[in-house]
């Protein structure tokens, strides 16, 4: 019997008032992998990120996370199973200080104890986070708004943690830095869901990875097959 | 002439933690779920029979009914976020303030129904109608100890809210509910739990004021509207959503009311609560402490 996958979206369709942004969307994500989502702007990736987390709710298909169901419950059911979002836009709680808002990620947590274990790791991950804990997030860098953001998912220690474009708006080292870090978190066990913008550094670091064109998934394969692929050359890398 | 203006200002702060504890309850509710409640004041005017009911028909103090009135307005205000607000929380604004408004108008008649327009007051309660003498400044004041009962219930209830929203893990998932509801459910938060709480906290806020007020206050169905009016000018001043800002405001609106009826006219002072809150529209309309974006 093949493993069952962590995550499984089969031919979902998603619409915003009624008109559909997602066709016809399927993937399957095995533990420990890294996935990538990659497509233009407005192919719907970010739709279909926040149908997995229960933002919004697919009219056509199904959601299985662990071998259940999942489409159709709330948010915060779905983040209790163990699905992280770091939202585009980052939705970080601008008034609230670093570590109030890391502590929020860590809100479906019980033990005092493993949660400040979580906040050690995830600041020698970010050290910067580190010195300014209690500064409010609004008044952070762009760049160190976006850590906060991908910290902040770590923080529940999820099964799957959903990266919609950590690389938003950064400088060229800086985006080497979060797939350092993304690959770091891979290695310690966190399987990943990437959205990214910067196509050829996801794809490098994607075991598989989808293409989204126009709200259906045209394509799959292996990072390097998709790298090497005639469409993805042409289209995202201007080969 | 000192010996009176001290007089004045001590009567307006204390008239002003009460006003503050009605505006931070309505200031909570519009900073979580963007519900202006206009029904606040009647809410208010509930707390105050429930409390005076309990004193006449079973004799418990309202010292004691205190323990009573403010849980039983806090499950009333799960009730009504459950049978009502719920239901308005995505609703266009205008909608939820006519919303608002009519179950204002509608607890109002109720109360007019059940117990008529009559005045009330409270006779024989444990507090009575005490005076301490305090000397300052050389001079003699006087204080009225239920109204200063009322007042310092008021600010320990506002302190334990404030407490509450910014030291527990529950306060601070409220926050959060009020910064960005969807960014807080991917936390993993339950904001509809989130608005029941904070509408019924807000409930709850009143349902303590209007029990200490009891002790000295007259009451009756419409006693809400004036009190509904000031917390909203106190809320303006002090910005929407914010707590601190609601008991700065609570305060200056008393010390207006009272230092404004002492200089000007008497008949003019709430004219004068309304002059500083169209100023304050007009100079800063966020309010001194806002922090809604
Ligand atoms: N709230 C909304 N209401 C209506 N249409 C929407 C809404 N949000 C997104 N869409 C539409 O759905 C489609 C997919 O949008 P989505 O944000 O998922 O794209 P994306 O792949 O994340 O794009 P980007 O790379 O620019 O972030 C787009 O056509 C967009 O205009
Ligand atoms: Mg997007």
């Known amino acids: 019997m093949p493993k069952e996958p962590l995550l499984e979206v089969n031919n979902i369709e998603v619409r915003y008032n009624e008109i559909p942004a997602i066709f016809d969307a399927s993937f399957k994500i095995e533990a420990g992998q890294i996935v990538a989502l990659v497509g233009s702007n407005g192919a719907g990736k970010t739709t279909i990120l926040r149908t997995i987390s229960g933002l919004l709710h697919n009219t056509k298909g199904e959601i299985k996370f662990l071998g259940s169901k999942i489409d159709g419950q709330l948010p915060h059911h779905i983040a209790a199973l163990g699905i992280s979002h770091v939202p585009e836009g980052r939705g970080l709680f601008g008034k609230l200080t670093v570590v109030e808002n890391l502590l929020l990620g860590a809100y479906t947590r019980k033990s005092e104890l493993e949660i400040t274990e979580t906040l050690e790791e995830v600041f020698q991950l970010f050290p910067i986070l580190k010195e300014r804990t209690s500064q409010k997030a609004e008044t952070m860098s762009g760049g160190e708004q976006q850590m906060l953001a991908v910290a902040r998912g770590l923080m529940p220690r999820p099964k799957l943690l959903m990266l919609d474009e950590p690389s938003l708006g950064l400088m060229p080292t800086m985006v080497d830095k979060v797939m350092d870090v993304i690959k770091i978190i891979s290695k310690r066990g966190t399987t990943i869901l990437l959205v990214e913008q910067a196509v050829r550094d996801a794809l490098e670091l994607a075991d598989k990875a989808y293409v989204l064109q126009n709200g259906r998934t045209v394509l799959e394969g292996t990072g390097k097959e998709l790298l090497n692929s005639g469409l993805v050359k042409k289209a995202y890398l201007g080969i | ?293």
């Open chain 2, 1 to 293: 002439m000192s010996e009176l203006f001290i007089q004045v200002v001590i009567e307006g702060l204390l008239w002003g933690a009460i006003y503050a504890l009605v505006a931070v309850g309505l200031s909570l509710i519009w900073g979580v779920m963007g519900i202006l409640n206009l029904a606040h004041g009647d809410f208010l005017m509930l707390g105050m029979f429930g409390a005076y009911w309990l004193a006449i028909l079973l004799g418990i103090d309202p010292l004691i009914g205190l323990l009573i009135v403010t849980p039983a307005m806090f499950i009333l205000g799960l009730g009504i976020y459950k049978s009502l607000i719920t239901r308005i929380v995505k609703a266009p604004r205008l909608t939820a303030l006519l919303a608002t408004f009519g179950l204002g108008i509608f607890l109002r008649n109720l109360a007019h129904f059940l117990w008529r327009a009559d005045y009330r007051m409270l006779g024989d309660t444990l507090v009575g109608d005490r005076v301490i003498t305090v000397s300052i400044l050389g001079g003699t004041n006087f204080i009225s100890v239920p109204k200063l009962l009322a007042a310092g219930g008021s600010l320990a209830a506002t302190a334990l809210l404030y407490w509450f929203i910014k030291r527990t893990k529950t306060g601070r998932a409220l926050q959060a509910t009020a910064m960005n509801r969807q960014s807080a459910a991917l936390m993993g938060i339950d904001t509809e739990r989130m608005y029941m709480l904070a509408y019924s906290l807000g409930i709850a806020c009143v349902g303590v004021a209007g029990t200490l007020l009891t002790n000295f206050f007259i009451i009756f169905p419409e006693v809400g509207i004036m009190f509904v009016l000031f917390a909203l000018v106190a809320v303006t001043i002090g910005g929407f959503g914010s707590i601190h800002g609601a008991l700065i405001g609570g305060l200056i609106i008393g010390l207006i009311e009272s230092v404004g009826g002492f200089v000007g006219i008497p008949a003019l002072k709430q004219a004068l609560v309304f002059a500083v809150f169209v100023i304050v529209v007009v100079l800063r309309p966020r309010g001194l402490f806002g922090w809604a974006d």
